[in-house]
């Protein structure tokens, strides 16, 4: 049977916390295997330890770009120890939400810079946050070798999105996609072998799902959506999917 891979879902969030059994057992039940992305130092350590608790919890550690004053030191350290144990970096990534000075704005760029370098000596592949600083994000990883580069819930025009695969990037869709006309021509202008599908949970959706968290469990859901677009059947495109995602894993 075909695995389905959430590539980016926060599981390791408190939001989560109570129910992780219930979610392991859906996440068996429906064959569904999970990117579990972390925001900084507490919350990367937290990941790791959810990772103990299934095979299907694939952990990926970083500082978000929020997050950017968080130690960096302390970052490093922790990949290096775990670099056997993770499946990726991430979240990482740039976003002058964040910023109140350029001063900032370089601070978020060295975090970035060093944590791709750290992802290219370790053959690691990234989860980026890309939101309004997509230019600002190829100019600096064309310096880099990665193994894998996903830009998470991909928010570009049609030019970026061409460079994007121009750069054998893989680009990731979520439950926006559902009710969002412009991200639906997105994802039928995107390279088939470089399509992910993703929640981002516990991200609420005002247009779908009632504005409940995203769940690991909305992902067939979205699947279904992409279906839909490409003119594909569930099963064709789970296949297409599950290739990308190893693909992009490395494994």
Same mark, same amino acid.
């Given at each position: 049977m075909t695995w389905i891979f959430d590539s980016h879902i926060h599981l390791s969030d408190p939001e989560f916390e109570k129910d992780i059994p219930l979610i392991i057992k859906s996440m068996e039940k429906l064959h569904i295997k999970a990117c579990?992305?972390?925001?900084?130092?507490?919350?990367?350590?937290?990941?790791?330890?959810?990772?103990?608790?299934?095979?299907?919890? @694939?952990?990926?550690?970083?500082?978000?770009? %929020?997050?950017? #004053? *968080?130690? @960096?030191?302390?970052?490093?350290?922790?990949? %290096?120890?775990? #670099? *056997?144990?993770?499946?990726?970096?991430g979240e990482i990534g740039l976003d002058k939400t964040y910023v109140e000075s350029n001063e900032d704005y370089s601070t978020q760029k060295q975090v970035f810079e060093t944590l791709l370098s750290l992802a290219e000596k370790h053959k690691k592949p990234v989860s980026i946050h890309s939101r309004k600083t997509l230019d600002d994000i190829f100019e600096i990883i064309s310096s880099y070798s990665l193994s894998g580069v996903l830009l998470h819930w991909f928010d570009g025009n049609k030019k970026q999105l061409q460079q994007a695969m121009d750069m054998k990037f893989f680009v990731s869709y979520g439950p926006v996609m559902l009710y969002a006309i412009?991200?639906?021509?997105?994802?039928?202008?995107?390279?088939?072998?470089?399509?992910?599908?993703?929640?981002?949970?516990?991200v609420r959706f005002s247009k779908c799902f009632g504005f409940k968290p995203a769940q690991v469990t909305f992902i067939p859901s979205v699947v279904f959506c992409g279906c839909k677009v490409l003119r594909k059947s569930y099963d064709e495109f789970s296949t297409i999917l599950e290739k990308n995602s190893m693909n992009y894993l490395g494994i």
């Open positions: 579990c992305v972390s925001m900084d130092n507490s919350n990367s350590i937290q990941t790791l330890n959810l990772a103990n608790k299934s095979e299907l919890i @694939l952990p990926f550690i970083g500082i978000h770009p %929020e997050k950017f #004053k *968080d130690s @960096l030191e302390d970052m490093t350290g922790l990949i %290096e120890q775990n #670099k *056997d144990k993770i499946s990726g970096i412009d991200k639906q021509i997105l994802l039928s202008k995107t390279d088939q072998d470089k399509i992910l599908v993703e929640t981002d949970g516990p």
